[in-house]
């Protein structure tokens, strides 16, 4: 069993994964891996930008159709269309979002402005040019800072 490391910043990815997925389910809708990745992907750049702080403390890489979390890859495998019902597995004593608004309502504004976007499109805009996929992808060790993710989307608050 692995339980929560307490000097962690940030939710583990499958937290705000499943609160992505609440929130499709809450709308009857289901939502594909590359959704997923991606919604939890621009949750983080979002609050890296908004609140000063990590969403995720899991490592983000630059793969072939943008940033992917590996811990979410490995238990989905590669399936594509997810189960409605598909809720992932959390470490016991990992925070839960409901006790922190401000990530909560981060979370939620992305899910009000992306939420309605297929995985193609949202693979796109991580894409576009100067993000930090673009920065980061073929790179040695394929990994996508914190700090290159902060900067992008500081400069799309700026630029809102």
């Keep these: 069993?692995?339980?929560?490391?307490?000097?962690?910043?940030?939710?583990?990815?499958?937290?705000?994964?499943?609160?992505?997925?609440?929130l499709a389910r809450a709308e009857g809708r289901t939502l594909t891996q590359m959704q997923v990745h991606k919604l939890v992907y621009i949750a983080h750049g979002w609050t890296l930008a908004l609140l000063g702080r990590s969403l995720i403390y899991n490592t983000v890489h630059a793969w072939r159709h943008g940033p992917v979390v590996r811990k979410l890859w490995?238990?989905?495998?590669?399936?594509?269309?997810?189960?409605?019902?598909?809720?992932?597995?959390?470490?016991?004593?990992e925070p839960d979002l409901s006790a922190d608004p401000d990530a909560l309502e981060v979370v939620r504004s992305v899910w009000r402005n992306y939420g309605q976007m297929d995985g193609e499109e949202l693979?796109?805009?991580?894409?576009?040019?100067?993000?930090?996929?673009?920065?980061?992808?073929?790179?040695?060790?394929?990994l996508i800072p914190?700090?290159?993710?902060?900067?992008?989307?500081?400069?799309?608050?700026?630029?809102?």
């Design 1 to 22: 069993m692995t339980v929560a490391d307490p000097t962690r910043t940030g939710y583990a990815a499958e937290v705000v994964a499943n609160a992505f997925l609440d």
């Design 74 to 93: 490995d238990y989905w495998r590669g399936e594509r269309t997810l189960r409605p019902d598909d809720i992932l597995p959390v470490a016991p004593g």
């Design 123 to 142: 693979s796109r805009l991580t894409h576009l040019q100067g993000s930090p996929w673009t920065l980061t992808y073929g790179l040695p060790n394929d």
């Design 146 to 160: 914190n700090e290159v993710t902060r900067e992008y989307y500081t400069s799309l608050a700026r630029s809102a």
